[in-house]
């Protein structure tokens, strides 16, 4: 039967591109806590570094909070109905640690794991796969004054959080996932300082990441521990392609540098036990405070990773060798097109990263955990809200995916960033990325033209499965 619901205009159905799918492919929508949830004071959170930072005069678009954000710590009945109307068969969300543990470590909130235990059994009940993701972003405010993820006791506290949530929600959540995109937490929030915590020390960046990578190997057995045998745990990374822009030697040389920097710095420590080759040296930094069995914690067995990709480097290489993170890109790329974040629509990139990693690394299963595209919506009070350029841009880059999936790529599901409109970080309220658009002023959500897109193509796939 097709419940699906009926777009208001008619939204071509993507037959063909449903069918390039497997049997049993999940296809889901993602979000994180700070960005939605809203409720920061309520029923015992603690505060968190994205609290601090956006109360940082200038550090977010028009002083923009996620104190409301899209109100969803109230709403998780109709939220939850939306992904029905949808069609999904599994959201990605994420647990706030300053609502488990107020302040990073020891007392623990009941309320904070009440939260999220009716959260799972909502989606449940609705026959959605709940895939929890531990860390995105939001790190509670007494460790970042303890010195954040410089210090190694972050990763101690972080292991021991992720042992608490698991015994509470291990019987039920499919899938979990330690951290979001760690390079962002460590290069964006400690090295140039555009995200919370906002430090801006580049050897910083190189500790910092070493502690997020710890805490992910060390919550790696504590989770196991705690869940049903084969439940999958995996990591999110962010996965930035780097091509070349000419043939010369510099290029190839930068093209190296620059892919170090964006991917291999964390799939090197997780799938191979080391750091890349040089890297340190190529940042003219120092390598971070290693202590004697780190790299075999870090490489812990992991079902599946998770890959975040939205766009891809394009470098020219230098006469000189740059640092590792200042190579040239060129920007903008001629003819190219860029969504409202300024990021270059490359889907072939999608399936270019999906086959290399699948080839280079062994990452067992694989899932896009993210994808998806900001654009400058806007809302006329009607039913829906056209958003062309989004449906084209996933269109495209689910295009890659089922290209990637037929050169073999191990790929099992595909989660669009975002469910609805959020605080999109340092730039606030000012992009949307959602395919559910949120009305802040009265906190409506209305299915843009994506949405609606998004929903045929799933039902299209369920009628062929
Ligand atoms: S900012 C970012 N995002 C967006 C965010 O909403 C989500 O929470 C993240 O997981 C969409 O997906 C991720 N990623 C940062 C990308 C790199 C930006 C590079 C800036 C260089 C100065």
């Not at 999110?236 to 170090?260: C, F, M, Q, W």
């Not at 079902?303 to 060798?321: C, H, K, P, W």
């Not at 269109?395 to 290209?403: D, G, I, P, V």
Request: proline share 7%.
């Amino acid at each position: 039967m097709d419940i699906t619901p009926k777009a208001p205009i008619q939204t071509q159905v993507d037959t063909d591109l449903a069918r390039r799918f497997p049997p049993r492919f999940l296809w889901g929508a993602a979000t994180a806590s700070y960005q939605i949830e809203g409720a920061v004071h309520e029923d015992g959170r603690g505060s968190s570094i994205w609290d601090d930072f956006s109360a940082t005069p200038g550090k977010v678009f028009e002083g923009h909070t996620g104190e409301v954000a899209a109100d969803h710590y109230h709403r998780v009945e109709e939220d939850t109905d939306l992904m029905v109307r949808l069609g999904l068969s599994a959201y990605r969300f994420s647990i706030a640690w300053p609502r488990i543990v107020p302040e990073g470590r020891g007392a623990i909130n009941p309320a904070g794991l009440d939260f999220y235990d009716r959260l799972v059994d909502t989606l449940l009940e609705k026959g959605i796969q709940p895939f929890a993701t531990l860390y995105h972003w939001d790190l509670p405010s007494p460790l970042e004054r303890a010195g954040g993820w410089l210090n190694r006791e972050t990763a101690y506290a972080f292991a021991d959080y992720t042992e608490i949530v698991a015994r509470r929600l291990g019987d039920r959540v499919a899938s979990w996932i330690t951290l979001n995109e760690p390079w962002c937490s460590a290069y964006l929030g400690y090295g140039i300082g555009v995200h919370a915590p906002g430090r801006t020390d580049r050897q910083g960046a190189i500790d910092a990441a070493h502690h997020l990578l710890l805490g992910h190997g060390l919550a790696v057995p504590r989770l196991r521990a705690q869940v049903p045998a084969g439940t999958p745990v995996g990591i999110t990374l962010i996965v930035n392609p780097v091509y070349g822009a000419d043939e010369r030697a510099e290029t190839a040389r930068d093209v190296k540098l620059a892919h170090a920097f964006s991917n291999a710095w964390f799939l090197d420590p997780i799938y191979r036990g080391s750091y890349p080759e040089g890297f340190f040296e190529a940042m003219a930094l120092n390598p971070p405070p290693i202590q004697e069995g780190d790299l075999e914690i870090i490489s812990a067995p992991l079902d599946f990773l998770g890959v975040n990709n939205y766009s891809r480097t394009l470098i020219r290489g230098a006469q000189e060798q740059p640092l590792a993170d200042s190579c040239q890109a060129v920007a903008p790329i001629p003819n190219a097109c860029y969504t409202d974040m300024g990021w270059e629509i490359y889907p072939h990139g999608l399936r270019d990263l999906l086959v290399n990693v699948a080839r280079d690394y062994p990452v067992g299963n694989i899932y896009v955990t993210e994808n998806g595209a900001a654009f400058p919506d806007t809302w006329d009070g009607g039913e829906t809200i056209n958003d062309p350029r989004r449906v084209s841009y996933l269109r495209s880059y689910l295009t890659a995916c089922a290209e990637a999936l037929e050169q073999g790529v191990p790929l099992r599901g595909y989660f669009v960033w975002s469910l609805m409109d959020n605080f999109e970080w340092a730039e606030g309220y000012a992009k949307r990325f959602g395919i559910v658009y949120v009305d802040y002023s009265t906190q409506r959500r209305i299915i843009k033209e994506s949405g609606y897109w998004y929903a045929e193509l799933l039902n299209a796939f369920n009628n062929n499965n």
